[in-house]
């Protein structure tokens, strides 16, 4: 309570300080308030589609004085079934589109257009449960996920189908992580010109040998585990014998679950989907003919044919259905207050009573201290933060168990371990729910779990730990630099940039990476209560499926994010049907503080480059080598192969 009260008096704060700097947020205003003018304009335009906003029900009184002083007259049975034909039909429209994060939530102006995972699965139990929707249209606009979350949206998709009411996948173009969404639809639509890009699986991995070759940069680095590849790109020129053999029972696995879902969600044999497949790039007019799409129809034919089918007089698209709406408004001085209550992170005053489950993200590769955001885009999970949320899951009355949601490389090895320590002294239940990747350091964090869940195309494993440093003297001669150097102690140039490791520093930087190896491997036969040797077999820093991983034992069981929060309510000893409350942590960071800082004396704010400019290849390797160096600034790390790409 104190906390809260603290956070709140810092908001009064950031608004008595923004009031006083009114002047400069009032001059933005008329450009944030002509928005809603131009919407307002061209809704006349759009027929037959509603907003999903909530109205104002009549009383209960009010409901029964109307009947009694207007009593319905009996209606010729042919009458009836008229009206019945002309009654409108609402279809919830959503579109899935972008690369949808897995995310506690935005704080703030705006936050309610945030799109992410945990949102966009929530919206789709909405429509489920909403008796005004008989139907969904998903409208598939390449949004660029991981298996894992696709995953996750099938599932939830299979859910929605539970309730009775049809989805019906709209699609121009579809690349395997689209259509594999839109096979779990009752019925997929395209329009002629559309295509269907299905060329099986790949695994697409960057070696930089070559290049540091030449630019005179020597990588030397050690691994514990002959599959433990996260250092190939830099040593070597392509995979390793045993780092390929692993990745191979991989990707069969991927693709016998490719081939298997499409077999089973279409009317066609495995035969018949291995060799569309095979076949690879479809017209929709060919996908059509293989089974593979059910309709050739443009977006408007289609929704006309609906309304047949539906036999409505009017149908609607309930278009962004479940997605809030955020009131742009802000003239005058009600405006202006409206504008600090939004940034202030909205009505946040009240606290909601009854049992909570604690959803603790832990996305990113994981370092030590704080989680930050990289300088070319993405994030990286800190430990102080996520211990920090652990421990206001645990001490939060409410809260009756805890889901850890994880979507990691991994990373630090002491960052690792400090989360396992705080997930090992909590007493409420914590079920691991891994996403697209919990490998590595994101492995060893959910060893400490009670139970762990992974999606059937999560990646998982890589028990091992690598560690090395880049020698830049090569380069340092060609570009005619000469270092010096004073040194005390036989093995003071171990964390040297310009030399290799001595035959000293590397002893003894391999038996700090054997212990921490032991350790590792130790643990995680603890927690997966199996011998230790047994657990070896596994580890060696090799890479599963989450349905491999549910074979070999590392993992409890397959299932979603929904399938972890299940269990978590299991385990606390609360009703399958009863309803709780989800609190999501790490707390987002509150606007206020993103503007003028927290309570801290001395605050860093790193400047953000736009890559626009750049492909999307070379995008990803600045932002990589961003989150690389910040990882290897210690010696030794849980780290999968970093540059593994899935397509």
């Known amino acids: 309570m104190a906390r809260y009260r603290s956070m709140t008096s810092r908001r009064l704060a950031h608004c008595v300080a923004l009031l006083l700097g009114a002047g400069l947020v009032l001059a933005t205003l008329p450009s944030v308030h002509a928005a809603p003018a131009a919407v307002a304009k061209s809704k006349p335009a759009v027929k037959q589609n509603e907003k999903n906003e909530e109205k104002p029900k009549p009383s209960k009184d009010k409901e029964a004085k109307a009947k009694k002083e207007s009593p319905k007259k009996a209606k010729p049975a042919q009458q009836e079934k008229k009206e019945a034909t002309k009654s409108k039909v609402r279809l919830a429209q959503i579109v899935l589109a972008n690369s949808m994060p897995e995310s506690p939530g935005v704080m703030g102006p705006f936050g309610d257009q945030q799109l992410d995972l945990r949102s966009t699965l929530a919206r789709l139990e909405k429509a489920a449960k909403d008796d005004t929707v008989e139907g969904l249209v998903l409208q598939i606009a390449n949004p660029a996920i991981g298996r894992g979350k696709v995953d996750e949206l099938r599932a939830a998709i299979s859910r929605f189908r539970k309730s009775g009411k049809k989805v019906y ?6 690349m395997p992580s689209d259509y594999l969404i839109a096979a779990a639809c009752d019925e997929i639509i395209m329009p002629e010109s559309g295509m269907v890009l299905l060329p099986g699986l790949r695994i ?9 070759d030449k630019a005179g940069v020597h990588a030397d680095f050690i691994h514990m585990g002959d599959a433990k590849g996260a250092a190939e790109v ?3 020129s392509s995979f390793s014998k045993p780092v390929r053999e692993n990745l191979s029972a991989m990707v069969d696995d991927l693709y016998d679950q490719m081939v298997a879902t499409v077999a089973f969600d279409r009317p066609i044999t495995r035969a018949q989907a291995a060799a569309a497949i095979d076949e690879g790039l479809l017209t929709a007019k060919r996908a059509k003919e293989l089974g593979l799409i059910d309709r050739l129809a443009y977006a408007t034919d289609f929704r006309k044919s609906l309304g047949k089918s539906y036999e409505a007089d009017e149908l609607v698209y309930v278009e962004n259905y479940g997605k809030k709406q955020v009131d742009t408004d802000f003239s005058g001085p009600a405006g202006f207050l409206k504008l600090l209550k939004l940034m202030s992170g909205g009505s946040s005053s009240r606290r909601s009573s009854g049992k909570k489950i604690a959803i603790v993200y832990a996305v990113g590769p994981i370092t030590t201290g704080k989680s930050q955001e990289s300088l070319f885009g993405g994030a990286s999970m800190g430990s102080t933060t996520i211990v920090k949320a652990l421990r206001d899951a645990a001490d939060d009355e409410q809260v009756a168990a805890i889901v850890l949601r994880i979507n990691s490389p991994g990373g630090s090895a002491i960052a690792s371990d400090l989360m396992w320590s705080q997930i090992e002294a909590i007493e409420k239940p914590i079920v691991a729910s891994m996403g697209d990747v919990a490998a590595s350091g994101g492995y060893y964090i959910a060893m400490g779990t009670d139970k762990i869940f992974a999606e059937p195309n999560s990646v998982t494993g890589s028990i ?4 090395g440093k880049m020698a830049m003297k090569g380069l340092y001669d060609k570009l005619g630099v000469t270092i010096d150097t004073i040194s005390r102690g036989k093995n003071s140039g171990v964390f040297s940039g310009t030399h290799k490791f001595t035959e000293g520093e590397r002893k003894a930087i391999v038996s700090m990476m054997e212990d921490t190896y032991d350790q590792f491997t130790s643990k995680a036969a603890q927690g997966r209560e199996m011998p230790v040797e047994q ?11 989450g349905r491999q991983a549910k074979a070999n034992g590392l993992v409890d069981e397959v299932g979603t994010l929904h399938d972890a929060i299940a269990e978590a309510k299991k385990m606390a000893g609360i009703a399958d049907d009863q309803k709780v409350k989800i609190k999501t942590l790490p707390e987002p960071v509150d606007f206020f503080e993103s503007l003028f800082g927290d309570n801290d004396a001395e605050k860093e704010v790193a400047l953000r480059f736009d890559l626009g400019f750049l492909s999307p290849e070379l995008k990803q390797i600045a932002q990589r080598a961003a989150l690389l160096r910040r990882v ?10 970093f540059d593994l790409e899935i397509k």
Do not use: N
């Open 169 to 174: 996948a709209q699609l121009d173009m579809a």
């Open 204 to 212: 697409e991995a960057m070696f930089y040998k070559g290049l540091l």
């Open 234 to 236: 830099m040593t070597r």
């Open 464 to 467: 091992g730990v690598v560690g």
């Open 535 to 545: 657990l070896k077999k596994l580890a060696g820093g090799r890479v599963y499926t």
């Open 632 to 641: 290897f600034r210690e010696p030794v790390v849980l780290l999968m192969p």
